[in-house]
């Protein structure tokens, strides 16, 4: 029960920290930059929190390494480049397809056989993402800017890898030493693209922008990781990512709330399609669903 709580958490927080991010990315710091304050800050509370470590083998730290690429580091400087391009909304509902990018992944790499249930919701769950990147977000001037939606898949499929990759190490490690040097890694990777930005911030920032900034690092950044890391011990990646189809919903009411978004008949239409790919893939036999222990 406490994993999917802490499930729960984690998605209602990003939801509500897309609409957030946005605002701060557009006005005050630049993506690569705010990643930077995220990773570094993130990084400092997990070694300020558990500092006490253990001995890790030589060629994991390279899997934790790759792992902080997917998870930590590429993946953040994809989607916050392409949520400066698309919406929230948007962002939420591409995001979903994350189980249908892990069930793949994790065929692939496991080497699992696909039922037909299967092949059937990752097609249409895939059409939905699709579509709604090609035709989903239009311009004033009618053309669509995919750009924006394209990153946000090629992010979630980045952190798709990243839920498949960990799971082993969850199961030869503490959960807080594998987050903390993944996040030491992350910050290697991240440096130079925030460093390069630092002429480009406007830093006459008032205090809740700070305050907003602060939060993010905080709750979007330490608290999501490190529930994540924790039920990933007790659940399979598959069951993790399922739990990403809860942002859309919340995603639309905060920004229907706060009036910084909007949703459209295309939208509902895409989001149900990939809720409809997540839906056949959950109908397939149990036993297929369940991610082995070396997952």
């Given amino acids: 029960m406490k994993a999917h709580i802490a499930l729960f958490s984690v998605n209602l927080i990003y939801a509500l920290s897309y609409g957030i991010s946005k605002e701060i990315m557009g006005e005050y710091i630049p993506s690569s930059l705010f990643i930077l304050f995220r990773v570094l800050g993130a990084g400092l509370l997990f070694w300020l ?12 730290y390279f899997k934790i390494a790759l792992a902080a690429a997917f998870g930590i580091a ?23 397809s994350s189980p249908i990018l892990v069930l793949i992944i994790a065929s692939f790499m496991l080497r699992e056989r696909l039922s037909f249930l299967k092949i059937t919701g990752v097609a249409v769950g895939l059409t939905g993402a699709i579509s709604l990147i090609l035709f989903g977000n239009q311009t004033e001037t009618g053309q669509v ?91 399979s990646p598959t069951v993790v990512s399922s739990y990403i189809y809860l942002q859309p919903i919340f995603a639309t009411l905060f920004g229907i709330y706060f009036g910084t978004e909007n949703i459209s008949t295309f939208k509902i239409i895409c989001g149900l399609a990939i809720f409809i790919g997540v839906y056949l893939i959950g109908l397939s036999p149990k ?3 369940t991610t082995p222990k070396n997952a």
Avoid at 49 to 60: A, L, P
Avoid at 77 to 92: D, Q
């Fill in 145 to 235: 800017n995919w750009y924006g939606d394209a990153l946000i898949l090629l992010n979630a499929t980045l952190y798709s890898f990243y839920l498949v990759i960990i799971k082993p190490l969850m199961n030869k490690y503490s959960p807080y030493t594998f987050v903390k040097w993944a996040f030491t890694f992350g910050l290697i990777y991240v440096l130079p693209f925030g460093i390069a930005e630092i002429p480009n911030a406007n830093w006459d920032m008032p205090l809740d922008v700070i305050l907003k900034i602060i939060a993010v690092v905080f709750f979007a950044t330490f608290c999501t990781y490190l529930f994540t890391v924790y039920a990933i011990t007790k659940v």
């Fill in 74 to 96: 590429f993946n953040k400087l994809l989607l916050y480049e392409g949520l400066g391009h698309t919406s929230a909304i948007n962002t939420s509902i591409i995001m979903v």
């Fill in 49 to 60: 929190f558990f500092f006490r470590t253990e001995k890790i083998q030589t060629i994991d």
């Fill in 287 to 289: 036993k297929a669903l």
